[in-house]
């Protein structure tokens, strides 16, 4: 249970609860994230940028690895420059991945209804909100 300890020396009580009310994640799932996050930032700057997250290798071989990438990016919301990504919108994206519970989700990011919009931004490649013909063919090149 060491990692919850260092969990709470980085974050407050208060933004532990924030981010298990808006996520639906337990706290001991918090801990294991903001581990994996405290490795990614290996300099500790507080936040990770885009060569982080392609620093894993899975994300590196993979063909849609930039769009994933992006993706973490696009739904950012700490209100600091875009290429910065600090724990709380790190663990909002992942919060997409989580599986859709029987009864009611107690967190918005997990509904089916943004699963789907995640998707969706992964093959809108010029964030127009439509994807063409152009975009899909791109996105298909990309996977083959």
Same mark, same amino acid.
């Given at each position: 249970?060491?990692?919850n300890?260092?969990?709470?020396? &980085?974050?407050k009580h208060?933004?532990?609860?924030?981010?298990?009310?808006?996520?639906?994640?337990?706290v001991g799932?918090?801990s294991?994230?903001?581990?994996?996050f405290?490795?990614?930032?290996?300099?500790?700057?507080g $936040?990770?940028e885009?060569?982080d997250?392609? &620093?894993?290798?899975?994300? *590196?071989?993979?063909p849609?690895g930039?769009?994933?990438?992006h *993706?973490?990016? $696009?739904e &950012?919301?700490?209100?600091v420059?875009e290429?910065?990504?600090?724990?709380?919108?790190?663990?909002?994206?992942?919060?997409?991945?989580?599986?859709?519970?029987?009864?009611?989700?107690?967190?918005?990011?997990? &509904?089916?209804?943004?699963?789907?919009?995640?998707?969706?931004?992964? $093959?809108?490649?010029?964030?127009?909100?439509e994807?063409s013909?152009?975009?899909?063919?791109?996105?298909?090149?990309?996977?083959v």
């Open positions: 249970m060491g990692n300890n260092s969990l709470k020396l &980085s974050l208060e933004d532990i609860k924030a981010i298990e009310d808006e996520t639906g994640f337990t799932q918090i294991r994230l903001h581990s994996r405290t490795k990614l930032d290996q300099e500790s700057k $936040y990770l885009r060569e997250l392609l &620093s894993i290798p899975e994300l *590196a071989i993979n849609l930039d769009r994933i990438v *993706a973490f990016f $696009y &950012s919301q700490n209100g420059e290429d910065k990504l600090d724990f709380k919108d790190f663990a909002r994206v992942l919060a997409h991945f989580l599986p859709i519970q029987r009864k009611e989700a107690k967190n918005h990011l997990n &509904s089916k209804r943004e699963k789907l919009l995640f998707s969706f931004r992964m $093959y809108d490649l010029d964030g127009d909100g994807i013909k152009a975009e899909l063919l791109a996105v298909l090149t990309m996977m």
